[in-house]
């Protein structure tokens, strides 16, 4: 499959375990936020976002908490499960109408049955 | 529906040839994004067009040019290939631009420049 990232952080779990990943973003000024999943030989895929007014927001089994004070990002995957294993990482767009995305390096997860 | 498509897949090239990749988006989509993934650098973005305009430009160098068309379908060139230049080269699409309206990626085009 394609490789993302060399030297990627790894978490690893057991199969329904909570999985917590986390992402500190750069621009006090990133208004959006977004969670993507990459498997192997695929493109990303949306997961959850949220905007700068929010502090949280639920998805299925999934949660993303913001905090702007520290500038940081996370994601809750409640039971994981094998397939979640992936590479997942956050982006941020930016105010001002260009919303032109940065992204995180990644985290890759590991699921273990 | 059918998913974005890439095209090709894989392609090789040597240093100093020129290349393009298409991007055909979800049927009804009208924003296209082009994004470039290195295990170096990570997944940074190019540019975004809609409606056949290109609304933002990533921090790349004039040798990577996009166009879209009238019927959605992007494409990218890069000229004056380097070895730098190999990447998996990603597309999206959303029915608008800028959020909230979703991307959905295509599964790339990875290019090895020689």
């Known amino acids: 499959g394609e490789s993302v990232g060399l030297h990627l952080p790894t978490l690893s779990v057991q199969e329904g375990d909570n999985s917590i990943i986390n992402c500190a973003y750069s621009n006090s000024a990133s208004d959006y936020f977004i969670w993507y999943k990459q498997e192997s030989g695929k493109g990303p895929q949306f997961i959850i976002d949220i905007r700068s007014n929010m502090d949280k927001r639920q998805g299925q089994r999934v949660t993303v908490l913001l905090n702007k004070t520290v500038k940081h990002l996370s994601l809750q995957i409640a039971a994981t499960q094998p397939g979640d294993s992936a590479v997942y990482f956050c982006?941020?767009?930016?105010?001002?109408?260009?919303?032109?995305?940065?992204f995180g390096r990644g985290t890759s997860l590991i699921v273990h049955p | 529906k059918a998913g974005v498509t890439q095209t090709p897949r894989y392609l090789i090239k040597t240093r100093g040839q020129q290349v393009t990749l298409s991007c055909s988006p979800i049927s009804g989509h009208r924003s296209v994004s082009w994004y470039q993934q290195t295990p170096g650098q990570g997944l940074q973005f190019l540019f975004e067009?809609?409606?056949?305009?290109?609304?933002n430009k990533g921090n790349f160098p004039g040798r990577f040019s996009g166009r879209q068309f009238s019927n959605s379908r992007s494409e990218m060139n890069v000229s004056t290939l380097e070895l730098g230049d190999s990447a998996l080269y990603l597309c999206?699409?959303?029915?608008?631009?800028?959020?909230?309206?979703?991307?959905?990626f295509g599964p790339g085009t990875r290019l090895t420049v020689l």
């Open positions: 999206a699409s959303s029915l608008g631009a800028g959020p909230p309206n979703e991307q959905f």
């Open positions: 982006a941020e767009k930016g105010s001002g109408g260009s919303y032109i995305p940065t």
């Open positions: 067009y809609f409606s056949e305009t290109q609304r």
